[in-house]
DNA sequence: GCGACAG
DNA sequence: ATCTTGTCGC
């Protein structure tokens, strides 16, 4: 059974179960590289592009770039995110020559309806430590943080349980919404973001992430 | 039934 | 995400 054959209700039952298997909480021995991801399209071609970047940390240097495209098969549905976006980011970790210490998303961890967002999709997936680092609300409730940089407010569940953070990653600008996908905590997850934000706000290996996906888009409409 | 809704 | 020009601000 191929992915673009799931349907909505087994994919949703699929993210509950599989939900259950997350490690949430604390954070790898030792980080010395943070990997970043990001993905583009050419809706026009049906092409989801790929790059998954890696940073050291806590120097943030750039280590290595990789680029990945292939057809797309599903569209995009909240809360589904990993049915369009997962195919090419598994096939672009297949490619990468260096083991992420820990992996940013451009997308939801654990902030999610049933708890299990790309972040920790991917994250189980590959067995590796993955953070959310979504652009904008998907899940939860929350108090509007602060202006000041570095301001914050906790994401609740339904419970009132925390399942993430709202950051203001740079004075003034809108917030940005961390969670931990797999194998990190909240607050682990709040610290490693922080650690990894310049003077921009999105955290450096998705930002040139996305930059470089961009680029790499361009190039492949030349040969339109 | 009516909104809300990662990228 | 993507479609799109100029424009206000640091």
Known sequence: MDLSDISIN?????QSRLSQKLVIGGKPDKINN????????INKENIALCVVVIFSYPALEL????????TVTYPYIPGLLYLRE???ILKAFENIKIQPDIVIFDG????????????SHIGLNLNLPAIGCAKSFLYGS???????KGSSSTLYDEYNKPAGVVLRSRENVKPVFISPGHLVGIDESVEIV???LARYRIPEPLRFADIEVNRYKKKLLMNF
């Open 10 to 14: 087994e994919a949703k039952e699929i």
């Open 34 to 41: 943070v990997a970043g991801v990001d993905v583009a399209y």
């Open 63 to 70: 280590l290595s770039v990789n680029y990945n495209h292939d």
């Open 86 to 88: 997962g195919p090419i």
């Open 108 to 119: 939801h961890g654990i902030a999610h309806p049933r708890r299990f967002g790309l972040a």
């Open 142 to 148: 929350y108090e509007e943080p602060a202006k000041k």
């Open 194 to 196: 922080m650690n990894c």
